[in-house]
């Protein structure tokens, strides 16, 4: 079941939301934890077990402390490390040794990384502070299976969840208000201009059996460096206003990424929790730049190393984490260098930075990324068969799309909280304001072809 369906919009969410306004008090929890249930066993049935199974490992490790600290990571890692990256290590190793072993090579378990991490997380954290949030084992699986985080994060706290949990002033009007409209703007984020843009990003299919132009090459690149920041942003503030709807503050995952100024400025901006997540537990327990500076470097390229994994099993990933070390290496190295910060600490400059960097993220094939790179930088713009290719795709929306890529670029986040701000003034116009957003993301979910998040494959 995905938020931009019509099962989910208009069936499950509405028919959860009157269920827990009526049972609000002494059955919310239990009805949130049976509609989160239901809506994981919707999409992924026999995958459910996963989180029971690590749900039931987190009761009874925490409550009688039966293995390790490291045995018990490793048993909440294992589901992930076989369904995700068994037959990327096995065809690895199969090079080297002669190995012959059957590995999974089926779909992933939705949400299996974000629920993972979510659960080392809270076990970590229990461990370190001795004292546990989550008092029963209900409320371990529904911290697990809350569904409008689940698939895609926000990574939470279980201190946060808890006290969104047992809070009274639940179902207020300004918050959900505010929640309508967060998820009115992730439905157009994704249905309108994340799936409009996807088309041009598409493209390469064809641009791969006929040569690429300059401009070309520039135009999937930039399409897809937009796409995926709609397409992820479009999640997050879905997630968000689910939360809001049912009482809980979820932490924000995009702070206009692409406003950033640097690589370092970028991650503190883009999905903001995962960034957390490998700051709090990789890369400041390997010493963090406690340690001198070759050391501080191991730890961040060990840390982009395993960032970049954990976006997916294969080479190109990698590569992309090497792309975004090497960057982040370059600008620590550098820091102090007010040419350096003239010329690359620029919005600009990131941006371009950031887009290219996107090639080896979207493209699996060397060949395929070698081809993309080469032509971002040909100065070559005659046989552009490409273009013809990509010219069918435009439509209205695609434009209206990539003006709203570049205005994200361009239009300070300033400007966008004034806009908000002003909005608030009058009670009838932000009302308004808020069901005409809404109106329009839903129109998207009857207009817009089946697009799949893009985070959804992690």
């Given at each position: 079941?995905?938020?931009?369906?019509?099962?989910?919009?208009?069936?499950?969410?509405?028919?959860?939301?009157?269920?827990?306004?009526?049972?609000?008090?002494?059955?919310?929890?239990?009805?949130?934890?049976?509609?989160?249930?239901?809506?994981?066993?919707?999409?992924?049935?026999?995958?459910?077990?996963?989180?029971?199974?690590?749900?039931?490992?987190?009761?009874?490790?925490i409550?009688?402390?039966?293995?390790?600290?490291?045995?018990?990571?490793?048993?909440?890692?294992?589901?992930l490390?076989?369904?995700?990256?068994?037959?990327?290590?096995?065809?690895?190793?199969?090079?080297?040794?002669?190995?012959?072993?059957?590995?999974?090579?089926?779909?992933?378990?939705?949400g299996?990384?974000?629920?993972?991490?979510?659960?080392?997380?809270?076990?970590?954290?229990t461990?370190?502070?001795?004292?546990?949030?989550?008092?029963?084992?209900?409320?371990?699986?529904?911290?697990?299976?809350?569904?409008?985080?689940?698939?895609?994060?926000?990574?939470?706290?279980?201190?946060?969840?808890?006290?969104?949990?047992?809070?009274?002033?639940?179902?207020?009007?300004?918050?959900?208000?505010?929640?309508?409209?967060?998820?009115?703007?992730?439905?157009?984020?994704?249905?309108?201009?994340?799936?409009?843009?996807?088309?041009?990003?598409?493209?390469?299919?064809?641009?791969?059996e006929?040569?690429?132009?300059?401009?070309?090459?520039?135009?999937i690149v930039?399409?897809?460096?937009?796409?995926?920041?709609?397409?992820?942003?479009?999640?997050?503030?879905?997630?968000?206003?689910?939360?809001?709807?049912?009482?809980?503050?979820l932490?924000?995952?995009?702070?206009?990424?692409?406003?950033?100024?640097?690589?370092?400025e970028?991650?503190?901006?883009?999905?903001?929790?995962?960034?957390?997540?490998?700051?709090?537990?990789?890369?400041?327990?390997?010493?963090?730049?406690?340690?001198?500076?070759?050391?501080?470097?191991?730890?961040?390229?060990?840390?982009?190393?395993?960032?970049?994994l954990?976006?997916?099993?294969?080479?190109?990933?990698?590569?992309?984490?090497?792309?975004?070390?090497?960057?982040?290496?370059?600008?620590?190295?550098?820091?102090?260098?007010?040419?350096?910060?003239?010329?690359?600490?620029?919005?600009?400059?990131?941006?371009?930075?950031?887009?290219?960097?996107?090639?080896?993220?979207?493209?699996?094939?060397f060949?395929?990324?070698?081809?993309?790179?080469?032509?971002?930088?040909s100065?070559?713009?005659?046989n552009?068969?490409?273009?013809?290719?990509?010219?069918?795709?435009?439509?209205?929306?695609?434009?209206?799309?990539?003006?709203?890529?570049?205005?994200?670029?361009?239009?300070?986040?300033?400007?966008?909280?004034?806009?908000?701000?002003?909005?608030?003034?009058?009670?009838?116009?932000?009302?308004i304001?808020?069901?005409?957003?809404?109106?329009?993301?839903?129109?998207?979910?009857?207009?817009?072809?089946?697009?799949?998040?893009?985070?959804?494959?992690?």
């Amino acid at each position: 079941m995905l938020f931009v369906s019509t099962s989910f919009l208009f069936i499950f969410l509405p028919g959860l939301l009157i269920l827990t306004w009526f049972l609000k008090r002494r059955y919310f929890n239990t009805v949130l934890l049976m509609g989160s249930l239901f809506f994981y066993w919707v999409g992924n049935g026999f995958f459910l077990i996963i989180i029971l199974y690590i749900g039931i490992l987190l009761y009874f490790q925490i409550k009688y402390d039966y293995f390790s600290n490291k045995t018990t990571i490793s048993l909440i890692l294992a589901p992930l490390l076989w369904f995700k990256y068994s037959t990327f290590t096995v065809d690895m190793l199969s090079k080297i040794f002669d190995l012959n072993m059957n590995t999974y090579s089926g779909e992933l378990p939705l949400g299996i990384s974000f629920f993972t991490f979510q659960s080392i997380a809270y076990y970590i954290d229990t461990k370190k502070q001795g004292k546990n949030h989550l008092n029963s084992l209900s409320e371990i699986v529904l911290f697990l299976t809350f569904f409008p985080q689940l698939v895609a994060g926000p990574i939470i706290k279980s201190i946060d969840f808890k006290s969104n949990l047992i809070k009274r002033d639940r179902f207020k009007k300004d918050e959900m208000q505010y929640g309508i409209l967060r998820i009115g703007y992730g439905l157009i984020k994704k249905l309108l201009f994340a799936n409009s843009l996807s088309r041009l990003v598409d493209v390469q299919s064809q641009a791969f059996e006929t040569e690429v132009s300059m401009l070309s090459a520039w135009i999937i690149v930039l399409a897809f460096t937009f796409q995926i920041y709609f397409d992820f942003s479009g999640y997050c503030d879905i997630a968000v206003g689910l939360g809001k709807l049912l009482g809980f503050n979820l932490p924000e995952n995009f702070n206009f990424p692409y406003q950033a100024k640097s690589f370092s400025e970028f991650w503190k901006r883009w999905h903001i929790t995962l960034s957390q997540f490998f700051r709090d537990y990789v890369y400041i327990p390997l010493g963090g730049n406690k340690n001198g500076i070759l050391k501080t470097y191991r730890n961040l390229w060990i840390t982009f190393l395993l960032t970049s994994l954990w976006h997916g099993a294969n080479y190109n990933f990698i590569l992309w984490g090497i792309i975004h070390g090497l960057f982040l290496s370059i600008e620590k190295i550098f820091s102090k260098s007010s040419l350096f910060s003239f010329v690359f600490r620029r919005r600009l400059t990131t941006f371009i930075l950031v887009s290219v960097s996107w090639v080896p993220f979207r493209f699996s094939e060397f060949e395929h990324i070698g081809i993309i790179l080469k032509s971002l930088f040909s100065f070559s713009f005659v046989n552009d068969y490409t273009m013809a290719f990509i010219v069918t795709e435009i439509n209205l929306l695609t434009l209206i799309a990539f003006i709203a890529g570049i205005l994200s670029v361009i239009i300070n986040e300033k400007t966008i909280e004034l806009f908000h701000n002003k909005l608030t003034t009058s009670e009838l116009g932000y009302s308004i304001y808020i069901y005409s957003v809404l109106l329009v993301g839903l129109a998207g979910v009857f207009i817009s072809e089946y697009y799949p998040f893009i985070y959804f494959r992690f």
